[in-house]
């Protein structure tokens, strides 16, 4: 069984700063492309930034320069720091990790549960 935990989210106001942490456990036997997604209401999840295995990092253009992904490999963990935070930041945000178990064949993506970042004043 594969878990992904999320936390960091909460309110903050316009130009403040948060740091999402996303921690993967369980039966792992190699993490690939780990990702961190948004979901505002009534719009369709989005992809705000990946950080894949050839250590290679792609953002959506609506945070680009203004958040950072970055991953510990030895703790299984992906981070997001979101500086410069807008209104429209406003979000459940979802960690996805494509993940080999131990024993497997393949990868498979797993989400964590999700949590709220509010940019509000």
């Known amino acids: 069984q594969v878990q992904l935990v999320e936390s960091g989210g909460g309110l903050v106001q316009p130009g403040g700063s948060l740091r999402l942490s996303c921690a993967a456990s369980g039966s792992i036997f190699r993490i690939g492309t780990m990702a961190w997604y948004r979901q505002a209401p009534g719009n369709q999840r989005e992809l705000v930034a990946a950080f894949t295995m050839a250590r290679r990092t792609n953002y959506a253009d609506s945070v680009k320069g203004r958040f950072t992904i970055s991953r510990d490999n030895a703790k299984n963990t992906v981070y997001l720091q979101m500086n410069s935070l807008k209104p429209e930041d406003t979000a459940v945000y979802y960690c996805?990790?494509?993940?080999?178990?131990?024993?497997?064949?393949?990868?498979?993506?797993?989400w964590g549960q999700g949590t709220q970042v509010t940019v509000s004043s």
């Open positions: 996805n990790a494509d993940i080999w178990v131990s024993g497997g064949t393949a990868y498979y993506g797993y």
